[in-house]
């Protein structure tokens, strides 16, 4: 499953990447996450819920970020398990660009799902990773854009 898209937020490059790499914004945007701690530098550990289709699971998995050129663009990859329900892992290259609006924030994700949540159908599961994507960057914009 790949993704692609873009958001402009109205607020300057360094605010932005300053919230990308916060644990306190991250946790706050991410749908259905429990639990955040750690650091850049040392990865985050984080639980989250998730209802995909008939599939309810509590994924606890690990984030890195790597490849960083601050504040203009990293690589974020992780890896999550749910127990019987499966795993999912990924990854996204964010980009920062400077706008007259502000800050473009560019993705471009990749995902993998294995388990039970696999057998659902890359239909379901490719419509689930687009709303949960949408939804983390749309929380991003407004949490930004509202401390800003």
Not at 68 to 81: F, Q
Not at 89 to 115: C, F, H, N, P, Q
């Amino acid at each position: 499953m790949e993704l692609k898209g873009s958001r402009t937020i109205n607020a300057d490059r360094a605010t932005v990447w300053e919230h990308l790499n916060n644990a306190e914004t991250l946790a706050a945007c991410i749908p259905g996450c429990q639990e955040l701690t750690g650091s850049p530098e040392d990865g985050f550990e984080a639980v989250v819920k998730q209802k995909v289709g008939p599939v309810s699971a509590t994924f606890k998995g690990r984030v890195e970020l790597s490849d960083m050129v601050p504040p203009e663009s990293y690589r974020i990859a992780g890896e999550g398990k749910g127990g019987v329900a499966g795993f999912a892992k990924g990854g996204a290259t964010v980009r920062l660009e400077e706008t007259s609006e502000g800050t473009e924030l560019i993705y471009d994700v990749d995902g993998k799902v294995g388990g039970k949540i696999a057998q659902l159908g890359s239909r379901l599961i490719d419509g689930f990773a687009k709303k949960m994507a949408d939804q983390f960057f749309e929380r991003f914009q407004d949490h930004v854009e509202a401390k800003s």
